[in-house]
């Protein structure tokens, strides 16, 4: 159920340049799943007005927990990267269809696939696949060292291996020339990142199985505005989706890169 | 407690609140959240004859205390309207107020005539106002004549009273708003966005696809209450009253220039449960000024 609620600032932490890690507690995590998204206001002023659509990067059920992660570029995340502990944020959420855990049956193998500030929400979709018996592999691609984060913990998850476009961490290039040297085998693949690259593991793996998470510019967050609409392929039912409800993550194939 | 109750042609009104058309949906989306009864209306999205798409994204972007939207008229199409989004509105004690759209006079007539026979459709919205779309719109919304003739022709089909909603975006308002009474309006809405641009920092271009888009939020209030404040001055014919409105004190300053009720839009964006908020709030609001009937307020700034 989408619920509005102050929730509790538990943590904030600069875990790499301008990205932030945040810990949120309250009672919208208990509906939560990997890929949903909260809308947050950042002020209860007008400036900003409009909410900001984040990721739910881990999820903690006990403790009624859970982070997020992003990147402090413009007005409303440079004032949200502020927050500190004890102070409260206005979320709606969790909103829109998460990644679907179940898609790989167990003792299978997952491929995720993230560039930059959409490799948060496969975290928690990593540790829900992993407690589900299945075996992951990730793959990440970032700009450059000092915007990398998790490696660690993405690398006590699965195999894990990371990308940088001018090569100061891990492999030289983009996603798709690693995946193109190792050749993984797997059975179904999550991503989430920037239009080109999503575009480019379409025709990398046309024939497999795959979900992927899409960002648009949002007003409402709960589908009634259609600021979000993307048009659809053939081989879907509808004409359009909404990113937003909807979405964010699509079966491979059914929006129109 | 103050009555907060308002009678409007076709409109028996709860409380004088209601969601502006293309802020709401048809009502589904909210409907998870709250009971749509408790609203005093609806204005669900504007309908067309056929299905639209729209506009390409970036639809929307974020201004100082606003936002521009161009979402270009999306809208599942009338027959869709008529056989699922409005039979599931029934479900709520809500009177439905129509935004109607087109690019021709006959679409609009089209529209009215079918759409005003739905059993919970208690008005009519005319969008003669719409920044978004290539043809139409806005153009009926400009021109007085113009403007009046579609009033007429959409008046003789129509099984409800019909409301028109103006456009901001004019040198005289006024002039619009007594063409459209002389040509039937039961009554006016108002207002629409205001034509705005936003450009990227980086590079230059707009940053919606469109290139402009409609301002709508807090930051149009200002223009939004001197329009309805010399509109209530010209005309007889009763005023619904929008633009930025966030709370109680907005809908008592827009019924203190002439409204005699007051729809939210993009607040909805902000607190999705802004018009139940209001909809507490104006009574403890009215007490403290002292008023028994919201009625009352209607125009006191002119008095
Ligand atoms: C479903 C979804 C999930 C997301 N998850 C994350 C995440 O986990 N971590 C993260 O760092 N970022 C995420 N983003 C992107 C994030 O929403 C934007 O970075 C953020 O809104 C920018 O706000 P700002 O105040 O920094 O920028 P400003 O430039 O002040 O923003 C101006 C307006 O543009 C919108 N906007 C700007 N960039 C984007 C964008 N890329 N996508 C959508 N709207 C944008 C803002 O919401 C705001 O309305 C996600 C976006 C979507 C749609
Ligand atoms: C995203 C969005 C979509 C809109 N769509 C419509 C529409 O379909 N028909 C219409 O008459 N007005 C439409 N409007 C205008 C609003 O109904 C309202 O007149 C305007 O936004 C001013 O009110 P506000 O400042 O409270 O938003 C739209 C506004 C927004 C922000
Ligand atoms: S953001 Fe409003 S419909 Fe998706």
């Known amino acids: 159920m989408i619920q509005q609620e102050r929730m509790a600032v538990v943590q904030q932490e600069q875990i790499a340049k301008n990205i932030y890690e945040l810990t949120l507690q309250g009672n919208i995590v208990q509906d939560a799943n990997p890929g949903q998204f909260v809308h947050i206001r950042v002020s209860d002023s007008f400036e900003p007005l409009l909410r900001r659509p984040i990721s739910i990067a881990n999820i903690n059920k006990e403790a009624n927990e859970f982070t997020l992660i992003y990147r402090a570029e413009g007005r409303g995340t440079e004032i949200l990267s502020q927050k500190q502990i004890g102070d409260e944020v206005d979320v709606l959420g969790p909103l829109g269809n998460g990644f679907p855990v179940d898609a790989v049956a167990e003792g299978g193998t997952a491929l995720l696939v993230g560039g930059g500030i959409g490799v948060p929400p496969l975290y928690e979709l990593s540790k829900q696949l992993k407690a589900r018996g299945i075996r992951t592999i990730h793959v990440f691609g970032f700009a450059t060292e000092d915007v990398t984060f998790y490696e660690e913990k993405f690398s006590s998850l699965g195999d894990t291996h990371y990308v940088t476009v001018d090569g100061t961490f891990g492999t030289k290039g983009f996603v798709t020339d690693l995946l193109g040297e190792l050749t993984p085998e797997f059975d179904t693949l999550y991503a989430c990142g920037p239009l080109p690259m999503l575009r480019a593991l379409e025709t990398f793996y046309p024939e497999k199985q795959g979900f992927l998470s899409f960002e648009e510019r949002m007003g409402c967050g709960i589908g009634a505005c259609f600021a979000c609409v993307c048009k659809t392929t053939d081989k879907s039912e509808k004409d359009y989706v909404k990113v937003c409800s909807d979405g964010p993550v699509f079966a491979k194939g059914v929006v129109k890169l | ?303």
Not at chain 2, 30 to 51: C, H, Q, R, W
Not at chain 2, 115 to 142: D, R, W, Y
Not at chain 2, 260 to 278: L, M, Q, Y
């Open chain 2, 1 to 303: 407690m103050s009555n907060i109750s308002v009678q409007l042609p076709g409109l028996n009104l709860k409380n004088p609140i209601m969601p502006a058309s293309g802020c709401f949906g048809f009502g589904k989306e909210f409907a998870n959240l709250y009971d749509l009864s408790k609203l005093g209306a609806i204005m669900i999205k504007a309908t067309t004859v056929e299905p639209r798409f729209g506009n390409p994204t970036p639809r929307v972007a974020e201004t100082p205390a606003g936002m521009l939207n161009a979402i270009g008229l999306q809208n599942p199409g009338l027959e869709k309207v008529m056989s699922e989004e409005l039979p599931w509105l029934e479900r709520f004690d809500v009177p439905i107020i129509a935004n109607v759209a087109g690019s021709l006079l006959e679409d609009y007539v089209d529209v009215a005539r079918r759409i005003s026979t739905a059993p919970n459709v208690k008005a009519l919205e005319l969008n003669i106002s719409c920044p978004n779309v290539k043809q139409g719109g806005i153009t009926f919304g400009t021109d007085p004549v113009v403007a009046r003739q579609l009033v007429e022709a959409v008046k003789v089909v129509s099984k409800v009273p019909v409301y028109v909603k103006l456009s901001p975006n004019v040198t005289n308002i006024v002039e619009i708003a007594q063409a459209v009474e002389i040509g039937g309006a039961d009554g006016i809405t108002m207002i629409n966005t205001l034509v705005g641009m936003r450009l990227d920092e980086r590079t230059g271009k707009p940053v919606i696809a469109n290139g402009t888009g409609g301002l709508s939020g807090p930051a149009v209030k200002p223009v939004a209450i001197r329009m309805v404040y010399e509109v209530y001055k010209a005309v007889e014919i009763p005023i619904i009253g929008m633009g930025g409105v966030t709370n109680a004190q907005d809908v008592i300053d827009f019924m203190s220039a002439g409204a005699s009720a007051v729809a939210v839009g993009t607040s909805n964006f902000v607190d999705p449960f802004v018009c139940p908020k209001i909809i507490d709030e104006l009574p403890k609001k009215l007490e403290e000024l002292g008023v028994k009937r919201v009625k009352d307020i209607i125009g006191r700034s002119h008095r």
